[in-house]
């Protein structure tokens, strides 16, 4: 076995598409992880969205042995962490398993929002740093201004910063032997009783669920009785193993190693995330502190095409929460969309890769309401509610006010797009707090309330600063707000899905918006259609949808006028009783289409 001093835990952080994911390649390559015939590019990202959109979701861990120049073996456990704001909280999960982390900055484009809150994380936990240069052989690269932009942004000495290509293999030795010299070695004792971190778990269809650990004290072997200290739930160990990248299985992990066990564990909710894994004959007196829980912002509605299908949504929904602990979900009903569930997310690119991943990995055709946040609700009897449905919001005279959250966001951007976007911040509510200077970038820091934020902020910011900018969020509090429901009527009969809360200001361009894209979209029927957005019992913006005609008098010829004229009076008659009684069915397609974020 390794001494426990030869060990190296470190993460892997950087901004979106600085390189991550490349040096970990290398650095598997490197060590041997994989023969030159088994590697592909970004190997560890294993799952079909993280290829074919070019960024990391999962953070993921492989076990790599190197000999450093004084011929000593060191065993790396290497995490590479996602770089998007929306999987922050697998970032902090990663760190919170390693002692040292690679800060990874693009030679070319500097620091950016993302890579200030990523070794913001790791600061907080106490992590050596050793930053990275990548891109070096690029011709905009431009390493002293950014190691300049280093000092002065985060306030890290870069002046032994490695000049590395991840892509060309360039320095990948250096980054490997500043890993070994400058990382402290995990702490532990293997005769104490044992203490195991559960970093993460996924669901297997072959094995049940899978776990990953980290152990603190102790040894974990094979054929052991181990306990969940959260849920108390005992399990024997079946297997024991290591990801080098491949799974290979091993007789005992001890302390400072991080590897997977298989202890027949049936039921999701017995692996929770951040939980204490101990000996059950030996128990540990007290158990680590785990991660704080992940609080959702953005909440939607999701509902199955086919009702049949709700039983394996919320099957679907377990298992996915099992393998990413930052999302939670609770059954709902809906009067236009039947059953579904109430789920919370980080942000809208994690709604949107959740859908995306219901739909491949379990088949499942979904109708998604508008995403919205949650309120608090302070009513005149002194109550306070959280609303986290807007069709759920209670009668207007019993509410004293509304608070929203807000946010403060952190925008980096070349000078020559500073304008615009404060332009557009100022646009949504936004009141600004500091503007600051790195060399050609403005850093700007506005606080936003969130449900601005939520629909199309960052797809406008990238549209006006030509995809430059860099944004980064975290939630500061809730204020009181000038917010209003907007209930959309068809037929004078609300429809709960398209419900939403907005500031009284917008109430207007939002609702004729929206009844403007359900008239394009409602097919037409032998009455007239009534599209109304209201705010109460006040109507404030309306679209009609036009009656089909059928040609009554197509049978009269010739004789008096008189005939055509009761046949017309007739029709009239039987179009007013049809819309009376008559039932508007909005197709799932027209629903699909009104809520789309983005064209607001």
């Not at 620091?111 to 200030?116: K, R, S």
């Not at 202890?263 to 995330?273: E, G, L, R």
């Not at 204490?276 to 007290?286: F, K, M, N, Q, S």
Request: hydrophobic residues 40%.
């Amino acid at each position: 076995m390794v001494p426990i001093s030869n060990i190296r835990n470190f993460s892997i952080i950087a901004h979106i598409d600085h390189g991550k994911s490349t040096l970990a390649d290398r650095l598997i390559q490197v060590c041997g992880g994989l023969t030159d015939r088994e590697m592909k590019e970004q190997v560890l990202d294993n799952m079909e969205l993280e290829r074919e959109r070019g960024i990391t979701i999962k953070a993921q861990t492989v076990r790599l042995s190197y000999t450093a120049k004084d011929g000593q073996e060191y065993i790396l456990n290497l995490m590479d962490t996602p770089g998007h704001v929306d999987f922050a909280y697998e970032v902090s999960r990663s760190l919170a398993a390693c002692e040292g982390s690679l800060l990874v900055v693009d030679a070319s484009q500097g620091v950016e929002a993302q890579t200030l809150a990523n070794v913001y994380h790791a600061i907080d936990v106490n992590h050596e740093i050793v930053p990275v240069l990548n891109k070096i052989d690029l011709p905009a690269a431009e390493p002293d201004r950014v190691r300049t932009q280093i000092e002065d942004v985060i306030g890290l000495d870069a002046s032994d910063a490695i000049e590395a290509s991840a892509k060309s293999n360039i320095g990948i030795e250096d980054v490997l032997e500043a890993l070994v010299n400058r990382l402290p070695p995990p702490q532990g004792d293997p005769d104490a009783p044992l203490k195991a971190m559960l970093v993460d778990s996924w669901y297997d269809p072959y094995l049940g669920v899978m776990t990953l650990v980290r152990v603190i004290d102790g040894v974990l072997k094979k054929g052991m009785k181990v306990r969940m200290m959260a849920t108390n739930a005992s399990h024997t160990v079946e297997r024991v193993g290591i990801f080098g990248p491949k799974p290979t299985s091993i007789d005992a992990l001890g302390p400072g190693e991080m590897g997977f066990i298989n202890a027949s564990i049936k039921t999701v909710s017995d692996a929770k995330i951040g939980d204490t894994i101990t000996d059950d004959r030996r128990p540990a007196e007290v158990a680590l502190p785990g991660f704080k829980p992940s609080v959702s912002v953005v909440f939607c509605g999701l509902f199955p095409l086919d009702a049949g299908e709700f039983t394996d949504l919320r099957e679907a929904l377990e298992k996915l929460s099992l393998n990413d602990a930052s999302f939670s979900f609770e059954a709902e009903t809906s009067a236009a969309l039947g059953f579904g569930f109430r789920c919370g997310f980080l942000g809208l690119l994690h709604m949107e890769i959740i859908r995306e991943r219901l739909f491949r990995e379990f088949n499942l055709e979904l109708i998604a309401t508008a995403p919205s946040v949650v309120y608090h609700i302070h009513k005149t009897d002194g109550e306070m509610v959280s609303l986290h449905n807007p069709a759920d919001m209670p009668d207007v005279t019993r509410i004293s006010h509304i608070e929203e959250p807000w946010i403060e966001a952190t925008i980096m951007t070349p000078d020559e797009f500073l304008g615009a976007v404060l332009t557009l911040c100022t646009e949504r509510r936004g009141e600004q707090i500091n503007l600051t200077y790195a060399g050609n970038r403005a850093m700007v820091v506005y606080k936003l309330p969130l449900n601005e934020v939520v629909f199309d902020f960052y797809d406008r910011l990238k549209s006006v600063t030509k995809g430059y900018a860099s944004f980064d969020y975290h939630i500061t509090g809730y204020r009181t707000g000038e917010l209003v429901k907007v209930s959309i009527l068809v037929n004078s009969d609300p429809v709960d899905a398209l419900a939403m809360i907005v500031n009284k200001e917008q109430a207007e361009t939002r609702g004729r918006a929206i009844c403007g894209r359900l008239k394009d979209l409602i097919p037409r029927q032998m009455f007239k259609i009534a599209l109304q957005a209201a705010i109460g019992g006040k109507v404030i913006a309306r679209e009609t949808v036009g009656a089909l005609r059928k040609d009554v008098t197509a049978k009269c010829y010739g004789g008096d006028i008189t005939r055509k004229k009761k046949l017309l009076e007739k029709q009239k008659e039987g179009k007013k009783r049809m819309r009376q009684f008559g039932n508007v069915d909005i197709p799932q397609s027209a629903f699909l289409e009104a809520l789309k974020m983005g064209d607001n």
